[in-house]
Nanobody, 121 residues
Framework: QVQLVESGGGLVQAGGSLRLSCAAS????????MGWYRQAPGKQRELVAA???????SFTNSVKGRFTISRDNAKNTVYLQMNSLKPEDAAVYYC???????????????WGQGTQVTVSS
């Protein structure tokens, strides 16, 4: 069974940094896009950053210049480096990835369980 396991969340003061990791495990053919979403209480889940298999990246406007996303294909892992954190960045952060489970099959999106990021002012 393919799964994503996140780590690295926690409590940080405003202006601080955190690095989230998300590792894929199980049997699959390939991983296409990997991304990080977040959901704050009472708000919709939003895409924070994404990275394609050829390392093209995209970010939501509110994190540009502060967050970076990277991936290690050998480890099937995606990272989110979050710098200059603000209280409004506090949320549950979810990792998601589009897997091709078998060659020639369409991709399937799989989600991680989420990790809490709390930013104190």
């Amino acid at each position: 069974q393919v799964q994503l396991v996140e780590s690295g969340g926690g409590l940080v003061q405003a202006g601080g940094s955190l690095r989230l990791s998300c590792a894929a495990s199980g049997s699959f053919f390939s991983i296409n896009v990997m991304g990080w979403y977040r959901q704050a209480p009472g708000k919709q889940r939003e895409l924070v950053a994404a990275i394609t298999s050829d390392d093209s990246t995209s970010f939501t406007n509110s994190v540009k210049g502060r967050f970076t996303i990277s991936r290690d294909n050998a480890k099937n892992t995606v990272y989110l480096q979050m710098n200059s954190l603000k209280p409004e960045d506090a949320a549950v952060y979810y990792c998601a990835a589009d897997f091709q489970l078998r060659q020639l099959q369409p991709t399937r999106r799989i989600w991680g369980q989420g990790t809490q990021v709390t930013v104190s002012s």
